[in-house]
């Protein structure tokens, strides 16, 4: 059987008007792409790290994270 890797991550998003700092997102991933800011919302700090399970855009409640992959 033959898997397909996923498609690299250009961007992730983070609207910071929804946002409500709850940290879900920054909890759930896996390899540590995500932190607070000094406003206590999400910022992406490390994209290099991102594999593209795209739990923080699952997962955010707000729907305030949208993961872009490359084209």
């Known amino acids: ?39 206590l919302k999400a910022k992406v700090v490390h994209l290099e790290k991102c594999i593209n399970c795209k739990l923080c855009e699952l997962l955010c409640p707000e729907l305030a994270v949208s993961v872009e992959e490359e084209a």
């Open 1 to 39: 059987m033959v898997t397909k890797a996923k498609p690299k991550v250009d961007h992730i998003d983070i609207n910071t008007a929804w946002c409500k700092g709850c940290g879900i997102c920054i909890g759930m991933c896996p390899t540590k792409v995500l932190e607070f800011d000094e406003n």
